[in-house]
């Protein structure tokens, strides 16, 4: 990212080669969001280049929506993207105590310029376009899309994504869902765009929209929980080689990108991501794939 200072950076190294044998430079490797991973030396557990020293701040939206999140209240440890935080958290060296929750608006984190928090986590789904303005960790959830409907209604009987091109379809601004509306179902009119899911479940309730698309833990949490008499009509399956997957988000030039990810990578080694999803998310068994 600034080709003028890796003359300077070998220089030092091959200095200190000449001063010590006990000392060595460590590499630095690409972070999945495109700025440089920080080595090891600065993910020293407790240590690392917070915003606030001594302190691992997380962003995410209000309302915190379950199952990601219980009560609103992600300090509480319930719900799949707080418990993952906070053991995110620990394999970096922070306890509970450690951690400071910010409210971030879900457009925001991932908009260019300096982030507040150290990591973000509010179900925003890597994409290329995205980490030109932000760095990821790497995934620690796999997602599918589903569609919302009242039941009884003619989106409820959809199989195909050809049965909802003349659905009224609503979908969060800025989202994955919306994405897939417009690029895969591409319906006849333009789909409804809303601020925040609670007001597209507000606009499905009141018949200003037919359906909603949402990921597939979110659309059980709205048909089990919510709205009584919606049912989850179908999923789409993970289209491509890629698979979509939600990352924390971390600022473009952040130097914990590498300690992040390393940590997502150990939890979903040891089984700890698989076993929060267990007790946190619903399970897909028996919901149609919509082709």
């Not at 044998?21 to 991973?37: F, I, K, L, M």
């Not at 309302?63 to 970096?92: I, T």
């Not at 006849?188 to 037919?210: C, E, I, M, T, Y």
Request: contains cysteine; hydrophobic residues 40%; aromatic residues 6%.
């Amino acid at each position: 990212m600034y080709p003028s200072r890796r003359p300077v950076r070998l220089t030092v190294c091959a200095a200190a080669v000449l001063l010590t044998t006990a000392v060595g430079c460590a590499p630095q490797e690409a972070a999945p969001g495109g700025s440089q991973a920080a080595g090891t030396r600065s993910c020293t557990p407790g240590k690392l280049a917070t915003v606030a020293p001594g302190t691992l701040t997380v962003g995410t939206d209000k309302p915190a929506y379950a199952p990601w999140f219980h009560d609103d209240d992600p300090a509480n440890g319930k719900g799949y993207e707080s418990a993952v935080a906070y053991a995110v958290a620990k394999e970096l060296g922070y306890g509970k105590d450690a951690v400071r929750w910010r409210t971030v608006p879900f457009n925001s984190a991932f908009a260019p310029g300096a982030k507040t928090f150290d990591i973000d986590l509010n179900q925003v789904s890597i994409s290329p376009q995205r980490k030109k303005a932000v760095a990821f960790s790497s995934g620690y959830y796999d997602v599918r899309q589903a569609v919302v409907a009242l039941k009884g209604s003619k989106a409820a009987g959809a199989r195909s994504a050809a049965d909802l091109k003349d659905i009224r379809l609503g979908a969060q601004v800025g989202s994955t869902s919306l994405d897939l509306i417009n690029d895969t179902i591409r319906p006849s009119r333009p789909a409804a765009v809303f601020q925040k899911n609670d007001l597209a479940k507000s606009a499905l309730k009141n018949g200003q929209v037919d359906a909603l698309l949402v990921d597939l833990p979110t659309a059980f949490f709205i048909t089990s929980a919510e709205l009584k008499n919606a049912v989850v009509v179908g999923q789409f399956a993970q289209q491509g080689p890629a698979k979509e997957q939600f990352g924390m988000v971390l600022d473009k030039e952040s130097r914990i990108t590498g300690c992040v990810t390393a940590a997502v990578d150990a939890l979903r080694r040891k089984g700890t991501l698989a076993a929060l999803e267990k007790r946190w998310l619903a399970d897909a068994v028996d919901v149609p794939v919509l082709k």
